[in-house]
């Protein structure tokens, strides 16, 4: 089942395919009139690095022209153009780009704009893209939520096929309002980069978390007396039935002078771990002044990574008063895991973010166990909102902390995943207008350094900045989802949620 938005992104991709000449007999003029700069194009996609499986890194042209050429140049000279005399999209044809990427793996590929005005060609300076020997994998899946995250309805989750434009319906919840219908929907997750292993959130209405394994859906409610604020933020193992939760209890609040919009406040969280072959869930840590959230595994299952915060400022005196929602600065901790008897080791402290006028979110840890990834902002914890976030590694080994700043900007740039292979993160940024957040992607290279980032492809290169939707949560795997929205909803609207036993350790 397709998306309405997906739809009419074809029925766009047909029109201006009308207009779009695409083919391996290059449009290059024979005559032209060469222009000491580069051509101004949208998505700015001049010099980077793309996987080898990506789809068309279809762009406009917005230097003014009545026509328009590019053509992409592979180093042993194959040709690719795409050619335009209505409009200024420039749209390459997903076969012949394949084949143009199979050939310059590891390689670059030079792109050449010309434009027509004035009775003349005009030729820019070239860009180039350089092809990557890694694959991303080729499924992202995200929420697309309305930005200012205050109403239930019209949203869901969605998977996205990178290698071509192919956009699924994971799950979406009622279109109009229904008092009795409207839910929420969060937190997707899967096990070590496959969809065979997923779950997700429902809030409030059918409420219940969502656990898919194989073709098998169960909702299980995880409210309980000795867990007021339920389970939030998951982590599933690396390779068993064991899934971490943050539990929180949040609010949100909105800014009336402040630049940053929305702020989202943690004002309690603990760890939860969760058998789901038991279906017993215990806590990991349960304090009153500590704010634990955001865990995660290590790849090798015997280490886990959250973040900490504490509500309360000691002063001198022997005084303690609450602190300030942007004094709130979160660490970065880890403890060990024995598969064993399932126990924890002692907090060890990571990151002592506060220290360096920092807090984090976010932790994740590359697949090769060497670097870890987070978000850090100026305070608190929804960086989705803060202009000051950013991307930051500490490389485990070298035991250093850093921005990744050729993938930054000057706008928030939070919520991360790694590929499968540890060679891309993809993120949300909010670069582009201040107010949605949209995917971009990064190659990291093997010297723990990122490059330019890049937007997701589109085949209309303006459907990111129609599409009047905030990205939220990518998450990168190696396989499609395989359960319907029908049957998911048939779940959700259905049962009532299997209880879980808590287990007080």
């Known amino acids: 089942m397709k998306t309405i938005p997906y739809i009419l992104s074809v029925l766009m991709y047909v029109i201006i395919g009308m207009q779009t000449a695409c083919s391996s007999k290059t449009d290059e003029p024979a005559n032209f009139t060469e222009v000491g700069q580069p051509a101004s194009i949208y998505p700015d996609y001049k010099d980077i690095i793309i996987p080898p499986n990506i789809a068309p890194l279809n762009f406009l042209v917005r230097t003014p022209g009545e026509k328009f050429v590019a053509v992409l140049t592979s180093s042993e000279g194959k040709k690719l153009s795409a050619s335009t005399s209505h409009g200024s999209t420039l749209q390459f044809n ?31 300076q070239p ?33 996205r096929n990178l290698t071509n434009f192919q956009e699924e319906v994971i799950y ?48 299980i409610n995880f409210q309980h007396d000795s867990i007021p604020f339920g389970a939030v933020y998951p982590a599933w193992h690396p390779t068993q039935n064991w899934i971490l939760f943050s539990s929180n209890k949040t609010g949100q609040a909105f800014h009336i002078l402040n630049e940053e919009k929305v702020e989202v406040i943690d004002m309690a969280s603990d760890l939860l771990f969760y058998d789901a072959n038991q279906k017993e869930v215990k806590y990991v840590c349960h304090t009153d002044s500590l704010l634990e959230t955001f865990p995660c595994w290590s790849p090798t299952g015997d280490k886990i990574y959250y973040c900490v915060g504490s509500l309360y400022d000691h002063q001198s005196m022997g005084t303690v008063r609450p602190k300030d929602f942007n004094t709130l600065r979160y660490n970065i901790v880890s403890r060990t895991f024995q598969p064993s008897d399932q126990s924890f080791g002692e907090e060890v402290t990571e990151i002592n973010c506060d220290s360096i006028g920092i807090s984090a979110s976010v932790p994740r840890i590359s697949p090769d166990g060497r670097y870890l990834l987070f978000t850090a902002g100026s305070y608190g914890q929804f960086h ?48 582009d207008d201040g107010s949605y957040t949209r995917l971009y992607i990064t190659y990291f290279n093997p010297k723990g350094k990122a490059c330019k980032a890049f937007i997701l492809p589109q085949q209309d290169p303006e459907h990111n900045m129609k599409r009047l939707k905030s990205y939220n949560v990518p998450e990168l795997t190696r396989d499609q989802v395989q359960i319907s929205p029908q049957q998911f909803q048939q779940t959700i609207y259905q049962t009532k949620g299997s209880p879980i036993t808590y287990k007080n350790d």
């Open 94 to 124: 997903v076969e012949q780009w394949k084949s143009l990427l199979s050939v310059s793996r590891g390689k670059e590929i030079q792109i050449q704009v010309y434009t027509y005005t004035e009775k003349k060609w005009l030729r820019f």
């Open 127 to 159: 860009f180039t893209w350089h092809v990557a020997e890694e694959e991303i994998d080729p499924f992202v899946s995200y929420r697309l939520i309305e930005p200012g995250y205050s109403y239930y309805r019209q949203l869901g989750l969605y998977q």
């Open 172 to 219: 979406e919840n009622n279109r109009t309002f229904d008092y009795e219908d409207n839910h929420c929907i969060n937190c997707h997750n899967y096990q070590n980069y496959s969809t065979q292993k997923m779950l997700f959130h429902v809030r409030t209405n059918h409420s219940g978390t969502i656990l898919a394994q194989g073709k098998t859906i169960e909702k």
């Open 384 to 431: 989705i909102w803060h202009k000051s976030a950013d991307l930051y590694i500490k490389d485990l080994e070298a035991d250093s902390v850093y921005p990744l700043q050729e993938a930054n900007s000057t706008d928030a740039d939070s919520y991360h995943c790694w590929s499968s292979n540890g060679r891309w993160i993809v993120f949300s940024s909010r670069r």
